[in-house]
Nanobody
Framework: QVRLMESGGGSVQAGGSLSLICEASGITSGFYTMGWFRQAPGKEREAVACIHRDGRPLYGTAAEGRATISKDNAKNILYLQMNRLNPEDTAMYFC???????????????????WGQGTQVTVSS
């Protein structure tokens, strides 16, 4: 059974940074495309950053230039580092994994079939 557990959320001042961790069990992260998505109240879930099983990252529009996604295949951990936060970054951040053999790094929510419970990030001005 695949389990994804996020941690590292909390309250941050505008201009600050966040570091999120997703611990995966039941899968080997090196074999799967994984990603970070977020959902703000009243808004649709959107991709923050995803990384292909071969290590190719792809960033969502809102995070590009401010985020770094990486993974430690030996530890089965996915990371997200994001800088220069603003109140619009306030959201629940979710870790996702795709058990499909994707040929590319997908930012599409529908390509991910395993999700964590999420970790809340609140950015105050």
């Amino acid at each position: 059974q695949v389990r994804l557990m996020e941690s590292g959320g909390g309250s941050v001042q505008a201009g600050g940074s966040l570091s999120l961790i997703c611990e995966a069990s039941g899968i080997t992260s090196g074999f799967y495309t994984m990603g970070w998505f977020r959902q703000a109240p009243g808004k649709e879930r959107e991709a923050v950053a995803c990384i292909h099983r071969d290590g190719r990252p792809l960033y969502g529009t809102a995070a590009e230039g401010r985020a770094t996604i990486s993974k430690d295949n030996a530890k089965n951990i996915l990371y997200l580092q994001m800088n220069r936060l603003n109140p619009e970054d306030t959201a629940m951040y979710f870790c996702a994994a795709s058990t499909r053999r994707l040929l590319w790094t997908s930012l599409l929510e529908k390509d991910y079939d395993n999700w964590g419970q999420g970790t809340q990030v609140t950015v105050s001005s």
